[in-house]
């Protein structure tokens, strides 16, 4: 029920820095958390990131440490992902879903988009 497309990624070499975007459709974008998840070739799905409605609350993965940051623009219904001092192991597609919502019984929320390749080179 929610189209989300994510863009931004891209090839950088170890140290750089990249900033994903995730554009949501649909008139109810203040109403989620929104996070990030990342899978690397054979491995997992993971969480990287989430952010609530009014962006009063961030969430991060231990691997992060410190080194992203989500934010989002709810006048634009895009949630975004800095990424700065990437490494090699940072390499994956991410993926930015709809987590919760404040509204109940609401069908955007397990929504994901196609997903974005970051690749980082040593």
């Known amino acids: 029920q929610v189209q989300l497309v994510e863009s931004g990624g891209g090839l950088v070499q170890a140290g750089g820095s990249l900033r994903l975007s995730c554009a949501a459709s649909?008139?109810?974008?203040?109403?989620?958390?929104m996070g990030w998840f990342r899978q690397a070739p054979g491995k997992e799905r993971e969480f990287v990131a989430a952010i609530n409605e009014d962006s009063s609350r961030t969430y991060d993965a231990d691997f992060v440490k410190g080194r992203f940051t989500i934010s989002r623009d709810n006048a634009k219904n895009t949630v975004y992902l800095q990424m700065n001092n990437l490494q090699p192991e940072d390499t994956a597609v991410y993926y930015c879903?709809?987590?919760?919502?404040?509204?109940?019984?609401?069908?955007?929320?397990?929504?994901w988009g196609q997903g974005t390749q970051v690749t980082v080179s040593s």
């Open positions: 649909g008139r109810t974008f203040t109403h989620y958390t």
């Open positions: 879903t709809v987590m919760s919502s404040r509204a109940t019984d609401d069908v955007g929320v397990g929504s």
